[in-house]
């Protein structure tokens, strides 16, 4: 078996598995932190949710840097994905 079968029969998660659970984590955080600004009177506070929604925004490109070295295949439909979107919009 390959060490990625038998992390998968151990149930055990993969790095890419964990980097892309982290990465969902990082973007439901901004989505909750915009909508907790939009909610709030307080200038202040909401001017500190939108900074802490940025900041989270930085971790999503933390974890996807490493996301993108250990997921080659990733790496390659990223780049298929923006290619795509370019020619549909030509760009
Ligand atoms: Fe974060």
Do not use: C, W
């Amino acid at each position: 078996m390959t060490q990625k079968q038998v992390e998968q029969h151990e149930h055990k998660m993969t790095v890419a598995q964990a980097l892309r659970t982290a990465i969902i984590a990082e973007l439901e955080a901004i989505n909750l932190y915009e909508e907790l600004a939009s909610q709030i009177e307080d200038e202040g506070i909401r001017r500190v949710f939108l900074d802490i929604a940025r900041e989270e925004k930085t971790h999503v490109g933390e974890f996807l840097h490493l996301l993108l070295q250990v997921d080659p295949e990733q790496a390659r439909e990223l780049e298929r994905g923006r290619q795509e979107v370019k020619e549909i919009l030509g760009e």
